[in-house]
């Protein structure tokens, strides 16, 4: 029987070629974005889920409190976790590891930049590196202890059997020495942690004295709870742990799970909100929605086709089949061209898999060798197999003998509207993706291109270390020598994001509960100039003006608003006690993204304490310049590799997700629409099909080919006109509810609907219309013949 039914199968795809081939290619698209977006949901899932004991590890954070305001971050005191590992019981382990660092790792002739953190010996137990040399217990406990990834040895010695070998570390002017310690496997791509190379913490501590201030914060903390600890109560009896060691503290502690971070840690005002977890429930509704799209196709052309098969079921009902034998052909019939949809579908995914691993910035691949891939893609195969034969299944096999031989086929009522209500809602999909992808594209291209009040555009970064940091006046001098480097300067800021700021600040007639953290910029002489800050008040730092250094601050408009709420006039403030006069005020700058208000900023002239140059060029010879530049840097400073970036390219990076946020939607906007269209065709052959006698008639009687045209095009173009109506309001409350995430965000523009509409409809139009014409220059005797 059941080969009965595969004969019968490959005899219908054989004749009904075209058919066969939507079908085919329709539920292929849609199972190939089903598996992609899968296999990245489950990639964005598993971020440090594969960490042994995942949920008793928690990052230990803070809410600052500034008067109304909270700001929730991740550094802490640098003194914390050996603090609470001895007093909290809960504690198995606690560890404080400080930002990541590049620094010039030297062995014998290689020279080369790692990228890496100070921790303590706890961090080793609490994440478990896999150790593949070295003893784990001896790992980071003296001073001389360096520890390597799997990575970072190959690279230095080309192997990892390299415990007790000795290293020579440099960054900025310091040399220091140690011993390779032990070596860890690679971390896996899904943890947020990386590094490799983990130096001493003890040592870090003891060249920074700030650390041992409960009211400075800076490193980051991280703790395993023993077995059995509740970490949600824990977390709540910490809030008070940093105030009752510093009196007058504005912070409260908590605890999160490391495991839930990365998808849910996010705040605003002291309360969580959705992060990144908005992104995959997006994304994992719309691969859902993709493959039922693809499925409604199925149902749509299987149906179009009915009254060619109605005959075929009547005879098989005459003979003796019986409505559940008709019902496991049809479904069987749908397995299998599901079946070569997947096979399709897997072929397509390895094709394409590097282009979206480079659009997502994963490493992804498909785990042939899981059992767990296997089910879950049969799964999808019989599941989607059933749902998109369900509808001709028992649509077909209900079909009465006797209209069969009448022929006559008629859909009911309820029938019809539920096709056409699938296929409204396919387009409702459609419009609501266009609409939210020009948006996006929209306000990401606002921020990209917006006038950040510097000039990132003709703006190079240099990190200073070595002879390049001691003789930075010398390397100044040379770059200035060249006409197309327009001015050179130094600081501690990089633009992109806080590094160094301060709650200590107070001016005159300051209410006490107008509180802020204003960011601390060190900077050298001609800052301003080389940046593109535009001063609106008062001076820039003057060499002639010896005070500048001890006395003197430039402010932010935002700081200045700040402290002239309170009263209007200001011209001194005091910073950590100690009295600063307003040399200067600069036009607000952003160095944050577009989502956060400008905070409030203090540049100060400290060029003792700044590691990185800002070289302003002429951007017509800019290949030339940056050549000139790179040898430059390599004849005054050979022993460290000469590095370089531009500003351009480092700030977008602050929307590198949603930059890749709008490309994903684009794509499966585009796909959304192709497999709508396939959808659409379906239909309008259904309704060319049953018109046919209509249609034959009308052209005897001389009807032109426009107005068949109209008779068939008319019920689609209402279809796709409602979806846009619909989707278009759906886009809207969705878009403004994206965009109110954004401080500095465009407008929802009346001409986004309009644009999105008539590229709907006029792919849908164009769909139908080639139908159409199938239909209206067919030959009427043949159609009224057949009837």
Known sequence: ?????????????????????????????????????????????????????????????????????????????????????????????????????????????????????YAMPDLIHIYQFEVLEGDPNRMLTENNHVVLTEKGAIS????TDVVGEDVEVRQGTD??????????????????????????????????????????????????????????????????????KNDGSNVDLFAYPLGDLYLYGQWNEGKPVEGRIKNVKLFAMIGIFVLVIACINFMNLSTAKSQKRAKEVGVRKVSGANKNSLIFQFLSESLLITFFSAAFAVILVELTLPVFNNLTGKEMFVPYLSGWFW????GIILITGLIAGSYPAFYLSATKVVSVFRSFTKSGRGVVLARKGLVLFQFILATILIVSTLVVYQQISYALNQDLGYSKDQLIQVPLEGKLLEDFDIFKSELERNENILAVSRSSFGFLGRNSNTGGVEWDGKDPENAALFEIIRVDYDFL???????????????????????????????????????????????WEEERSITGVVKDFHFESFRQNVAPAILLLDPDNTWQAFVKVNTEKIQETVEFLESTGKKLNPEFPFEYSFMDENYARLYQEDVRLRDLAQYFSILTILISCLGLLGLSAHVAEQKTKEIGIRKVLGASTFSILQVINREFILIVSLSIIIGSGVAFWVMEDWLSGYQYRISFEWWFIPLAAGAIMGIAFLTVTLQSLKAAHSNPVQAIKTE
Do not use: C
Not at 156 to 159: H, K, N, S, T
Not at 205 to 234: C, H, I, M, Q, Y
Not at 375 to 378: A, E, G, P, Q
């Open 1 to 117: 029987m059941l080969s009965n039914y595969l004969k019968i199968a490959f005899r219908g795809f054989a004749k009904h070629k075209l058919t066969f081939f939507i079908n085919l290619f329709g539920l292929a698209l849609g199972l190939w974005a089903a598996i992609l977006i899968g296999l990245w949901v489950d990639s964005e899932l598993r971020i440090n889920r594969e960490f042994a004991d995942i949920d008793r590890i928690y990052r230990v954070m803070e809410h600052q409190h500034y008067g109304s305001e909270i700001f929730t971050t991740t550094s802490t005191p640098g003194v914390l976790a050996e603090s609470m590992k001895e007093t909290l019981s809960e504690i198995e382990f606690a560890s404080t590891y400080t930002w990541n660092q590049t620094q010039l790792f030297i062995q014998g002739d290689q020279r080369i930049k790692l990228d890496g953190i």
């Open 156 to 159: 230095l010695f080309g192997r």
């Open 175 to 244: 040399v220091k020495n140690f011993i390779v310690q032990g070596v860890l496997k690679d971390l896996p791509s899904s943890a947020t942690l990386k590094f490799d190379y983990l130096l001493p913490y003890s040592l870090f501590f003891k060249e920074n004295d700030w650390l041992a201030e409960w009211g400075n914060n800076g490193p980051s903390t991280v703790l395993k709870l023993r077995e059995g600890v509740d970490g949600e109560a824990f977390s709540k009896s910490i809030s008070n742990y940093i105030a009752e």
């Open 375 to 378: 089910i879950n893609l049969f």
């Open 529 to 575: 100039e080389s940046t593109g800050l535009q001063l609106v008040k008062g001076r820039e730092f003057s060499r002639e003006n010896g005070t500048d250094s001890v006395s003197g601050a430039i402010l932010n408009e935002a700081a200045l608003r700040l402290m002239e709420q309170d009263k209007e006039g200001q011209e001194f403030f005091r910073l």
